[in-house]
């Protein structure tokens, strides 16, 4: 699970790498805002729209090396971006990273899970591993962005090709697994109910991510080095979040813990947007970040559960699809940030997680399923 979590971070840094290098792009490129918007657009329609696709196809034919083509292909896409000249070359750079993440998240997801066998907290290795990736991303590519500009991108390269290879030398000695999913039939009805809770939770991520930062600067007149420590903040508690859930769910069960996840995250966000001052929110803000992922890689594993049958499938919606789907409301959040601010987004998250609370009533143990 370890070797796993390692290649999910580094898959993962890729996708966090783009909103890290996009204000770089608009200062040395001279990038308008919607050119730059393209960019974030580019690698969501890249890694979101292919994956349930891809997961179809890992179920039928398992190809077992897509993970280390996958996460190979979205370092060298990314990387090549800064180094590309025209606009149009740089968005299909990017484009590719992002379908780099789409091969790597069916592929990975099924083959971590027959690592994981049961246990969620074993999971949640895995699935922290891209909460790590995203932190790391603006702390790794901030002073080497800051120091040589966007080529700087290209040295983001050789982990991607690194890690590529100890999965193919992994997978050439594991060869012969087997998934160790729950038995019995597909069950779609609560897999949908539990896709439109990861949509929900992406959404409300990808607005917290973006707009974190300018609520401190603009609403709350901190710093720059506070507003960056609010990200971190929030993004760290992800971390902790993450692996959090995991053993939660071995002691209470998966439903139950996506459903406190759910319960939580409200209050968490509603007290970081009315907390007054600049430093005590920063507290709010480890704890949303956390409950906000609480049920991340219980909600990957209960998707699994759901459709036994196709554990690929299952990985590219909830790692892929679900996760980057956040992604394309970017645009309705900065049409709301024009008009009221980012503390105007701030406002309206707080009622988006309400609806997957709503959905996570509609989800079942897998066991109880099987029995009805």
């Known amino acids: 699970m370890a070797v796993w979590g390692i290649a999910h971070a580094v898959d993962d840094l890729y996708q966090g790498l783009v909103p890290a290098s996009v204000p770089y792009f608009v200062l040395e490129r001279h990038y308008s805002y919607l050119a730059a918007s393209g960019l974030t657009l580019a690698a969501t329609l890249g890694s979101a729209l292919p994956q349930p696709a891809i997961g179809l196809a890992v179920d039928r034919w398992r190809l077992p090396r897509l993970a280390a083509v996958g996460v190979a292909v979205a370092g060298t896409g990314l990387g090549l971006s800064g180094l590309a000249g025209p606009y149009a070359l740089v968005w299909l750079c990017i484009l590719i990273s992002g379908l780099g993440v789409a091969m790597f998240h069916p592929a990975a997801g099924r083959s971590a899970r027959e690592a994981a066998g049961d246990s969620a907290t074993a999971m949640s290795i895995f699935a922290a591993g891209g909460s790590v990736g995203f932190f790391l991303a603006p702390v790794l590519a901030t002073p080497a962005l800051d120091a040589w500009g966007v080529g700087a991108t290209a040295l983001f390269i050789p982990p991607a090709w690194l890690i590529a290879l100890v999965l193919l030398k992994k997978r050439s000695g594991t060869r012969h697994a087997h998934a160790t999913t729950a038995g019995g039939h597909d069950r779609w009805g609560p897999f949908a109910a539990l896709t439109g809770i990861e949509v929900v939770r992406s959404a409300t991520f990808f607005g917290i991510n973006t707009f974190i930062e300018l609520y401190w600067l603009k609403h709350l007149h ?44 409200v209050p968490m966000l509603l007290a970081l947007r009315v907390c007054p001052g600049s430093v005590t929110p920063l507290a709010f803000a480890i704890l949303t970040g956390l409950a906000l992922n ?24 909830t790692l892929g699809l679900g996760v980057s789907a956040g992604g394309l409301l970017a645009p309705v959040f900065g049409l709301i940030a024009e008009h009221s601010g980012p503390q105007g987004v701030l406002t ?25």
């Open 222 to 265: 901190a710093s720059r080095t506070l507003a960056g420590a609010a990200l971190a903040c929030f993004l760290v508690g992800g971390v902790a979040g993450t692996l959090l859930g995991g053993r939660i769910a071995d002691r209470v069960g998966m439903v139950r813990t996506v459903r406190l996840g759910g319960a939580l995250t």
């Open 294 to 317: 609480i049920p991340f890689a219980v909600l990957v594993k209960l998707g699994q559960d759901y459709l036994p049958g196709r554990p690929g499938t299952a990985a590219g919606v």
């Open 348 to 372: 309206v998250l707080c009622a988006v997680p309400v609806t997957g609370l709503v959905l996570g009533l509609l989800l079942r143990e897998p066991g109880d399923v099987q029995q009805r």
